[in-house]
């Protein structure tokens, strides 16, 4: 068997899309390129990569190059969400075995969005959410005022006269409350440590609360979702996860009404009493699927650690692919 992971920059939307003609590519067109001359082809492959690897030139040399050797293979867009896990990290995957059966599911040329043994009907239907784009527009900063304390919709899907509190659109808003409201999912709380006096160094800066206050994505323990983390992440702090509510039982339109009024000292106050935290590499671990006996070398930094863990795969999306492929 084969795994493939090639470099994600040629192919990522926040980078330059270089494809094929970035050198980064070259590792990989190399091993397209001496596959079919191998005088044992491998039984099994398996390739991830970003969202976006989908529509690239790459990728249509792989499958020109599984063609040729007489592979059949499969395409995903998958997220833990599928899972039940409540982080969003959508990734492409591929996989394929030699000149066996076909799998036992059969959607020629479509790419699925969820495991061939969810809802078999279904599987090319569903619309990919891209999780990890979020358009911030410069609207008004009001509040929602149906949302319970505990990241659930009082009264279901938000209503046209809904207010929006910091910047989301109104689609974002909905599409986060719904998976709050999805049973499905997992509650963030079955991922977390204990807090204890060490969770004091995961907490936000003061600079930082002030600065990017409107453009945190915030849950709480309740919540059952939670934004891609990256290899970014505990060092900056736009765009590269989600943080962590742990003052559970204030409302988050008290802290955001009418801030934007505020002095620089009084927002600090304000938003300091919902005591956010960055979550611990542990807890991102656990959202990964890796094992509680998993850990890092002692040696090994807190930032070096996110960074680690923001270039992971989830664990469990790839154990159920390779079940499925060696099925």
Known sequence: MILMSPPCQPFTRIGLQGDVSDPRTKS???????????????????????????????????LRTLETCGFEYQEFLLSPTCLGIPNSRLRYFLIAKLHQEPFFFHVPGQILTRFPDQNLEELSKDEVV??????????????????????SSKNGPLPK??????????????RKHSQDNDPSIQMLQDFLE?????MSQYFLAPKSLV???????????????????TKGYGHYVEGTGSVLQ????????????????????????????LKLRYFTPREIANLHGFPPEFGFPD?????????????????????????????
């Open 246 to 273: 742990t003052a559970v039982d204030v409302q988050l339109e008290s802290v955001f009404k009418h801030i934007e009024n505020l002095t620089e000292e009084e927002k600090l106050m304000k938003l300091s009493t």
């Open 28 to 62: 990989f067109l190399y091993i397209l390129d001496i596959l079919p001359r191998l005088q044992k082809l491998p039984k099994y492959l398996l390739l991830e990569n970003v969202k976006g690897f989908e529509s690239s030139s790459a990728r249509n040399e792989l």
């Open 211 to 229: 600065r990017y206050a409107f453009l945190l994505d915030i849950v709480k323990p309740t919540c059952r979702r939670s934004t891609c983390f």
């Open 299 to 327: 040696k090994v930094s807190i930032k070096q650690c996110y960074r680690l863990l923001g270039n992971s795969l989830n664990v469990h999306v790839v154990a159920k692919l390779i079940s499925i492929l060696l099925g």
């Open 130 to 151: 891209d999780e990890a784009s979020s358009s911030l527009p410069s609207g008004e900063k009001s509040l929602v005022s149906n949302i319970g304390s505990d990241c």
């Open 194 to 198: 204990d807090e204890n006096e060490e």
């Open 161 to 174: 006269e809904a207010f929006l509190f910091k910047l989301e659109t109104a689609e974002e808003m909905v």
